[in-house]
């Protein structure tokens, strides 16, 4: 497969992963939003797969042509066609005639839509649904190759493989020769013996935790990010320290026994979608100036 046919092949599947993601959303629309990027990834996939196997589409093609125009090419005729049929014509409803669609029945669409990239594209493409990598969607390649080298890890190392998530996380925030514009909390107060003792430190470390959730919180939602989501990233990675000279300085506070495999692929997931939404908003920095390494 080209390189730049794969790449559609994994916009492909971030679209689908999103539709899955708006769908836990509890909001009147987030049901008909994951319909339209269901349809969407379908769209992007379908287009794909024609340009892999050298189909050229007819100039008004239409959703439903591409069974056809796979069949006419002397190919065995692609699998899911009654459920794909299903989702375009809830689409044409919305989209044109402003019929909502039952909730339900765009629940129930999901795992269609999952099987039929997995059957098209093990059929035409000898891909493996699992297979196609959302990391590749991450510019960065000291970022993508971190992340890869904690998948690796996971199974026997997970202390290792999340502090490798936390270092990616940063280099996100602190790419070379950009600036992403965050919060910064301030930095933990120091208190004197005194005040110690009189019960000062006690609170000036809520008000430090407090203001510091503040700015987490408010960085997520200027960036799009789902706040909930860092939260849970962040409390289940440990806690890294870095120098002005950029080393960094791993403190665990715990063995993670109850991160999960699907805990670690959330965890993954959530760093490849802060990429995409990070990268919107970098800021080149000049020459001349350079950028502190703060404690996270």
């Known amino acids: ?4 046919i794969h790449k559609r092949v994994v916009y492909a599947r971030y679209i689908l992963e999103r539709a899955a ?3 836990a959303e509890s909001n009147e629309m987030s049901l008909s939003v994951s319909l339209l990027l269901m349809h969407d990834a379908v769209e992007l996939l379908m287009l794909a797969v024609l340009d892999h196997v050298q189909i050229t589409p007819k100039k008004n093609r239409e959703f ?4 056809s125009l796979v069949r006419d090419s002397g190919r065995q005729e692609p699998p899911d066609k009654i459920p794909m049929d299903s989702l375009n014509k809830l689409r044409v409803g919305l989209k044109h005639y ?8 765009v629940r129930d669409l999901h795992p269609r839509v999952r099987g039929f990239f997995e059957n098209v594209l093990q059929a035409y493409c000898n891909i493996a649904y699992a297979d196609v ?3 590749d969607l991450v510019a960065d390649p000291e970022v993508r190759s971190l992340i890869r080298e904690a998948q690796a890890k996971f199974s026997s190392d997970k202390p290792g493989a999340l502090a490798d998530l936390k270092i990616a996380l940063h280099k996100l925030q ?9 919060l910064e909390p301030p930095s933990s107060p120091r208190v004197s013996s005194d005040m110690a003792r009189a019960g000062w430190e006690q609170y000036f470390n809520q008000l430090h935790s407090f203001l510091n959730q503040s700015a987490v ?6 960036l799009g990010i789902d706040a909930v989501r860092y939260s849970a990233f962040v409390r289940n990675t440990p806690n890294v320290q870095w120098s002005f000279s950029g080393r960094s300085t791993v403190v665990h506070t715990s063995p993670y026994l109850h991160v999960s495999q699907t805990n670690f692929d959330e965890m993954v997931d959530f760093l490849v979608d802060y990429a995409l939404k990070a990268s919107e908003v970098y800021i080149p920095v000049p020459p001349n100036r350079g950028t502190a390494q703060p404690t996270e």
């Open 217 to 222: 919180r408010a960085n997520a939602t200027m």
């Open 98 to 105: 402003g019929n909502q669609p039952n909730p339900q029945t």
């Open 64 to 67: 439903m042509d591409f069974w």
């Open 21 to 23: 993601a708006v769908q």
């Open 133 to 135: 990598s959302m990391i």
């Open 174 to 182: 602190h790419p070379p020769g950009m600036h992403l514009p965050l």
């Open 1 to 4: 497969m080209l390189p730049d």
